[in-house]
C-alpha cells in the first residue's frame, strides 16, 4: 500500500535564495507560503554573490543611463521593455531590501539622516551604480532576508527538499496547462511527498552545473527550467551560459569566485611573464564586459598553453585591498596568497545562465498558476550577455512584480482538491549509484569541452548525441530505482544540457556569451532563440 504525505499552501517556493525569499515576504501577508530548499536554507547562487546589486541612487546617474549600458552589453538581445521596467524599479525594491535591514555599505563620514551609499563600478557600467556590503553582498541579503523570513509566522521553510516535479491539473481532470501542486523528494525521510496549492513559483537558480568549472554551488542544477519544460512552458537562450572570466585557480578552492568589483577597483588581468593584454582587445580593457573578458583569457591560456592567467591589484595600497576585499584577502590569506603583494592565479569557470523559463512582466509562465522569478527565468533583461550586478537585481524586482500579481488574485483561486500519490509500487532501490557518478562526470567534461567559451556546429553535433545515450540510461534508471538526490539533479542537467545544445546549434552567429567559429559574425537581424516543448522541430 502507498501512503503518501501531503502538504498544503496557498504559496508553494521552490528555492530559497533572493528572488525566492523575497517573494515568500511579499506575499506572507495574503496566504501561508511554503519554501523549498535543496539544502540549508542558505545555501544558493545568492549567499555566494559577491560584487552587489546594480541601481540607480547616484544624482549624477540616471535610469536612462542604465538602460543604455544594459541594452550595449546584451550585444542587441536584451527586451527593451524589461530593461526599462527594471531598471524604474530598482530604487524603489533596493530600498525594500535596506528597509529589512541589508547593511549596504555607507560613505565614510555619512549622517544617519540622509545616507549615502559606497558606489562601485564593474564591467558594462559607465557610472558607479553597484551597492554592495563589502565583498559579500550576497551573503548580507541572504542572511537579512533569512531573518525575516524565519520572524514571519506565515513562511514555513522545507529544508533538504527537492522538487521533482510539478503537477498540472489533467491528473485529476482538469487543464492540462494549469498547475495545481508539485511532487517534492524529502531528503530526510528519503520519501517522495506532495505540495498543494494555489500558485507554485520557481525560483530555483540557474543550470551551471552542466560544466565541470563553475562558481556556482551544487545546487545549480537546472530543476526549475528542465521541470517547467517537462509541464510544458516555453524557454529561450538557453545557448547564452556566463562565463565569469576570474575564478581562482587553486587546487583547495574549486568553486571560489573573484568578483569584478576588483577590476573595477584597478585590478589588472595579466599573462604569466607579468604583460597585461586585455588592452590588445578592447578599449575598455579590463572594464569590458564579461564575454568579451573571458573570451581573451581563454584565447591566451590556449595560445600559450597556460593553466591560468593571473589577476592583479597589488599595485593599489594594502590598507585599500583590506577594507573593500575583506572576505576574498583573508580567503586567499588561508590559501597562501597575499593579494597584496602578489597576483592571483585565476580561470574562466561557468556562471549565470542568461536564459531560461519565458515569463511576462509579471513573472508569469505559459501555464497558469506557475511564475518563474529569478535566475531560472528568462525575462529579457540580459539578453546575449548579462551585465554585472543586474542579476541580484532582476531576484528582487521581479519577486516583487509576480507576488503583486499573486495577492491580487488569491484569493479568487480555489485550492486544490486532492493530488494524486507518487507511485513507486514498481521500483527497487539501486546498487549501482556508480553509474549515476559515471554519468554525470561525463556530462559534465563533453559540456566543457564542446558547449563551453568557444564552440562548432560539430562540437555541438557530439554533445547532443553523447547527452540523447545518458538520457536513455538514466530514464531506465529512473523508470526502475526509488528516486535519489544524485538521480533527480542528474535527469535535470541532461534536459537543461539538450535545451542548450538545441538553442546553440539554432543560433548560426556569434553573439555575445554564444561564440561559434563556424559562425564568426553577427547577423543583421537577429533575436531570441525560443523552444517550445509543445511543437515537433
Not at 164 to 171: P, V
Not at 319 to 348: A, S, Y
Not at 484 to 502: C, G, P
Not at 507 to 523: I, N
Amino acid at each position: 500500500m502507498n501512503t503518501n504525505q501531503e502538504h498544503q499552501c496557498d504559496v508553494l517556493v521552490v528555492g530559497s535564495g533572493a528572488a525566492g525569499l523575497s517573494l515568500a515576504l511579499r506575499v506572507a501577508e495574503y496566504g501561508k507560503v511554503i519554501v523549498l530548499s535543496k539544502g540549508p536554507r542558505s545555501e544558493g547562487a545568492t549567499f555566494y554573490a559577491q560584487g552587489g546589486i546594480a541601481a540607480v541612487f547616484d544624482e549624477s546617474d540616471s535610469i536612462e543611463s542604465h538602460v543604455d549600458d544594459t541594452l550595449i552589453a546584451g550585444a542587441g538581445l536584451c527586451e527593451k521593455d524589461t530593461v526599462q521596467f527594471i531598471a524604474e524599479n530598482s530604487k524603489e525594491c533596493v530600498q525594500w531590501l535596506i528597509d529589512g535591514g541589508v547593511p549596504f555599505d555607507r560613505m565614510d563620514n555619512d549622517s544617519d539622516e540622509e545616507p549615502k551609499y559606497h558606489l562601485t563600478r564593474e564591467g558594462g557600467h559607465s557610472h558607479r551604480r553597484i551597492l554592495h556590503a563589502a565583498d559579500a553582498t550576497g551573503m548580507a541579503m541572504q542572511t537579512s532576508l533569512q531573518d525575516n523570513v524565519n520572524a514571519h509566522p506565515n513562511i514555513e521553510i522545507f529544508e533538504r527538499h527537492n522538487a521533482l516535479d510539478l503537477i498540472t491539473e489533467d491528473k485529476i481532470g482538469g487543464k492540462k496547462d494549469k498547475i495545481i501542486g508539485a511532487y517534492i523528494w524529502d531528503r530526510n525521510e528519503e520519501r517522495v511527498e506532495t505540495v498543494r496549492a494555489k500558485y507554485v513559483v520557481l525560483a530555483t537558480g540557474g543550470a551551471s552545473k552542466v560544466y565541470q568549472y563553475t562558481s556556482n554551488p551544487d545546487v545549480s542544477s537546472g530543476d526549475g527550467i528542465a521541470m517547467a519544460w517537462r509541464a510544458g512552458c516555453r524557454v529561450a537562450n538557453l545557448e547564452f551560459n556566463q562565463f565569469h572570466p576570474t575564478c581562482l585557480f587553486h587546487p583547495d578552492a574549486r568553486n571560489f569566485l573573484l568578483t569584478e568589483a576588483l577590476r573595477g577597483e584597478g585590478a589588472y588581468l595579466r599573462r604569466p611573464d607579468g604583460s597585461r593584454f586585455m588592452p590588445d582587445f578592447d578599449k575598455r580593457e579590463e572594464l569590458a564586459p564579461r564575454d568579451i573578458v573571458a573570451r581573451a583569457i581563454d584565447f591566451e591560456m590556449k595560445r600559450l598553453g597556460a593553466d591560468c592567467m593571473y589577476l592583479d591589484i597589488s599595485h593599489k595600497p594594502a590598507e585599500f585591498i583590506e577594507k573593500h576585499f575583506p572576505t576574498i584577502n583573508m580567503r586567499l590569506q588561508d590559501l597562501g596568497i597575499d593579494m597584496t603583494k602578489e597576483p592571483i592565479p585565476i580561470v574562466p569557470a561557468a556562471h549565470y545562465t542568461c536564459g531560461g523559463v519565458m515569463v511576462d512582466q509579471s513573472g508569469r509562465t505559459d501555464l497558469e498558476n506557475l511564475y518563474a522569478v529569478g535566475e531560472v527565468s528568462y525575462t529579457g533583461l540580459h539578453g546575449a550577455n548579462r551585465m554585472a550586478s543586474n542579476s541580484l537585481l532582476e531576484c528582487v524586482v521581479y519577486a516583487w512584480s509576480a507576488a503583486k500579481d499573486i495577492v491580487t488574485h488569491i484569493d479568487s483561486v480555489e485550492m486544490p482538491t486532492s493530488l494524486p500519490a507518487w507511485d513507486e509500487s514498481q521500483v527497487s532501490n539501486s546498487d549501482e549509484e556508480v553509474v549515476i557518478q559515471h554519468n554525470w562526470h561525463e556530462l559534465r567534461l563533453f559540456m566543457w569541452d564542446y558547449v563551453g567559451i568557444v564552440r562548432t556546429t560539430k562540437r555541438l553535433e557530439r554533445a547532443l548525441r553523447r547527452i540523447q545515450l545518458l538520457q536513455q540510461e538514466t530514464h531506465d534508471y529512473y523508470s526502475n530505482f526509488k528516486v535519489s538526490n544524485n538521480l533527480l539533479e542528474l535527469r535535470n542537467l541532461l534536459q537543461v544540457a539538450e535545451l542548450m545544445v538545441r538553442c546553440a546549434m539554432q543560433r548560426r552567429e556569434s553573439r555575445g556569451l554564444h561564440y561559434t567559429l563556424d559562425y564568426p559574425d553577427m547577423q543583421e537581424n537577429s533575436g531570441p532563440t525560443i523552444l517550445d516543448p509543445n511543437k515537433k522541430d
